[in-house]
């Protein structure tokens, strides 16, 4: 029996051509996942922050307990394979 899909988070900006394409890409997994605007969300920001040990760059996702930076597509893959498999 396959685990739920974990809790996703894309932490983004409104102009990062990478967190729109990684947003598309995951759209495309079928993969649900919340977008947070960390400009936007002062809280957001700083969770992303704690998540990165203080790196602000984006897109970072959160998969679960695990935090993926960049658009990494086989870290991304990986992760939710553990959490799902």
Same mark, same amino acid.
């Given at each position: 029996?396959? &685990? &739920?899909?974990?809790k996703? =988070?894309? @932490?983004? %900006?409104?102009?990062?051509?990478?967190?729109?394409?990684?947003?598309?890409?995951?759209?495309?997994?079928? /993969?649900?996942?919340?977008? +947070? $605007?960390?400009? !936007?969300?002062?809280? !957001? *920001?700083?969770?992303? #922050?704690?998540r990165?040990?203080?790196?602000? +760059?984006?897109?970072? %996702?959160? =998969?679960?307990? $695990? %935090? /993926? /930076?960049?658009?990494?597509?086989?870290?991304?893959k990986?992760? #939710?394979? &553990? @959490? %799902? *498999?």
């Amino acid at each position: 029996m396959d &685990k &739920k899909q974990p809790k996703v =988070i894309v @932490y983004s %900006t409104s102009w990062c051509g990478f967190c729109h394409s990684l947003m598309h890409w995951l759209d495309k997994q079928g /993969v649900a996942y919340e977008e +947070v $605007d960390v400009e !936007a969300d002062p809280a !957001a *920001n700083e969770e992303m #922050l704690r998540r990165t040990k203080g790196q602000f +760059v984006v897109p970072v %996702t959160a =998969i679960g307990e $695990d %935090t /993926v /930076v960049g658009f990494d597509r086989p870290g991304i893959k990986a992760a #939710l394979k &553990k @959490y %799902t *498999n």
